[in-house]
């Protein structure tokens, strides 16, 4: 005689199953919504490479977020607008977004800026550490400015201003603010932690 069919026992795992999948569903669910969360929590404008790039062909000079002179690099705090170029061949100066946006300057003109950051590529592809070589002589150059009125009026490189802070006396006190003004010329640059209004400076060094 047949057995009837244990039908208790099907929907139970059937159920099972369900609950299963449904468990899946709501991980993945999870983890995708923490990849979402962590991304957005990082400016796109956010520049995560900066490249030499010759024109019309040549070899590319590329540095990337996490290389041990990045965080020197004299990357502008807001990228300028390129400018008209008189010719088509030279070397274009790239900056690379979070979001993917490239960014080129050149081949020929580019703004002051922008030839900072240049200077300290080519810098780099000399083997020369911008700590060491670079900002020794140009933190002088900045401590200069500031004891010409009392302000840092020029445009330097990014080092620049780092070097003129160690240059500065441990424990040393500051009635004249030359340390706030250093500080607050370095956040012309991307990679400034601190958000503080940047006065307007010309020239460059």
Known sequence: MKQPADLGGAVTRHALMGLIVTALIALGAALIAAVVTRDSGRDSATPVAAALEPVPEGPVVRLTEGDPQWS????????PEPLPQPCDAGLNVVVTL????????????????????????????????????VAPGCAR????????????????????????LDLLPEGWEDPAGMEGAIRRALCAWAL??????VPKMTGSA
Not at 149 to 158: A, C, Q, T
């Open 72 to 79: 020197e690099l004299s990357l502008p705090a807001n990228l």
């Open 141 to 164: 150059l900045v401590l200069s400015d500031w004891f010409d009125n009392g302000r840092v009026d020029r445009l330097y490189r990014r080092v620049c201003y780092e070097g003129a």
């Open 98 to 133: 979070a979001d993917g946006t490239r960014h080129a300057f050149g081949p020929c003109e580019r703004p002051r800026v922008i030839e900072l950051l240049r200077a300290d590529l080519l810098s780099v592809t000399r083997n020369e550490a911008l700590r060491v070589i």
């Open 192 to 197: 400034c932690k601190e958000h503080v209004a």
